[in-house]
């Protein structure tokens, strides 16, 4: 629970943001539903609908609500319950990606609230991978097709706006997850035994065919990604479930592996079991996503989704738009999202791990009374590590 001293200054502090913002509505506003949170859930009402900016932005600096979603979906009669009767015409396709479902080690030390610059930095990676490796090249994507943003407190959301993605079924969607995460693919069909012309002694029938780097899709990345790690040495390669002794060998003829690789024959790679190499290969290039984004995507074409723009109530930090894939490169929220940059606030707090804003360190605290700027303030306060002192 937040103490209802921190609610009234964090309140103070949101309903302020929205007076001085604007360019807040998405897309169609009158066409999405909205929903709003407040200190303990992200959604606690939803069914609201805004004809024009003026009206949500009225809305905002009256309620200041810590959370604000709307729906990717777009419909004839938003504000209307239940779901059914909204009249559904499409709804954008979503990838929500999340520091915690990266599972890094450093997780373990600090838990999942708190996030650290190796999980920024992961995430961002690990969005910039979805967009440059699947989105564009697989699925045809466009860069201007895609609206990129900072969730607001771990992650990023990529949103597909065009309109043959406004339009894809729930089953169509769950085979977009199911593609980007590399599951229900079939090594048989990426690795095919070739017959041979029987010769002499006539030992060997078969050669074993494969996927070369000039493939498109997932063949081509396994390709790829095998040669990157054939080139790096013998670590590389046993990392992808090679057998060591096997990974000495490959190393050592490498050079004659890459020419067959390149024209897709695989015969050289003595792998054993290449279902198990292929899972390894597949688990490096994967996407890791949101397991609620997982299941609400792609089974429920009526998720809401924080609003970009917006505030987020667990870190006082903005869902900040991306404007480009370059851009997203070069993101970092702790420096680039940052509301409330006016004044000072004076916090208690708890245990705190050190952390950048601003380029500025804050802390390690702990059990210190501290007065730092008010986006500092907010942040350890929302993140439940200070109060109000
Ligand atoms: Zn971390």
Redesign the pocket.
């Known amino acids: 629970m937040l103490s209802q001293a921190a609610a009234s200054i964090i309140t103070q502090l949101i309903r302020k943001f929205y007076e001085s913002s604007s360019g807040l509505a998405p897309a169609e506003v009158a066409r999405r539903e909205f929903g709003f949170g407040d200190y303990e859930r992200k959604i606690a009402f939803r069914h609201y609908a805004f004809a024009s900016e003026a009206s949500l932005k009225r809305y905002l600096v009256e309620s200041a609500p810590p959370f604000v979603s709307y729906s990717a979906a777009f419909y004839a009669d938003p504000a209307a319950r239940p779901m059914e009767r909204k009249g559904f015409i499409g709804a954008e396709l979503i990838f929500d990606l999340d520091a915690t479902d990266l599972r ?1 080690p ?2 373990s030390e ?1 838990g999942r609230d708190w ?2 610059e ?2 920024f930095e992961a995430v961002r990676a690990e969005t910039l991978r979805l967009i440059e490796d699947f989105l564009i090249p697989d699925f045809g994507f466009s860069e201007k097709e895609l609206l990129i943003n900072f969730s607001g407190n771990r992650g990023y959301h990529v949103h597909v706006a065009s309109g043959p993605a406004l339009e894809l079924s729930a089953d169509a969607r769950r085979e977009v997850s199911e593609y980007i995460s590399g599951s229900g693919l079939d090594p048989d069909e990426i690795f095919r035994l070739v017959p041979l012309p029987k010769r002499g002694g006539g030992k060997r029938l078969a050669k074993v065919m494969g996927p070369k780097p000039t493939d498109g899709g997932w063949p081509g990345r396994i390709a790829k990604t095998f040669l990157a790690n054939l080139g790096k040495g013998k670590e590389a390669l046993t990392a992808m479930d090679i057998d060591a002794g096997t990974a000495g060998t490959l190393y050592k003829k490498r050079a004659l592996i890459e020419m067959g690789v390149n024209s897709g024959n695989w015969d050289m790679v003595y792998i054993k079991d290449k279902s198990t190499f292929w899972r390894k290969v597949a688990a490096h290039q994967a996407i890791a996503q949101s397991d609620s984004i997982d299941k609400n995507v792609t089974k429920d074409l009526h998720h809401l989704i924080r609003l970009p723009g917006t505030l987020h109530g667990d870190t006082g930090l903005i869902a900040k738009r991306i404007g480009s894939v370059a851009e997203l490169g070069g993101f970092d929220p702790m420096n680039d999202a940052i509301a409330f940059t006016d004044g000072s606030v004076r916090v208690k707090t708890a245990s705190v791990m050190a952390f950048h804003m601003r380029g500025e360190q804050f802390g390690p605290y702990n059990d210190t009374v501290v007065e730092v700027p008010t986006y500092a303030a907010a942040y350890m306060i929302l993140k439940r590590v200070a109060e109000p002192a």
């Open positions: 890094l450093c997780q600090h996030v650290c190796k999980d």
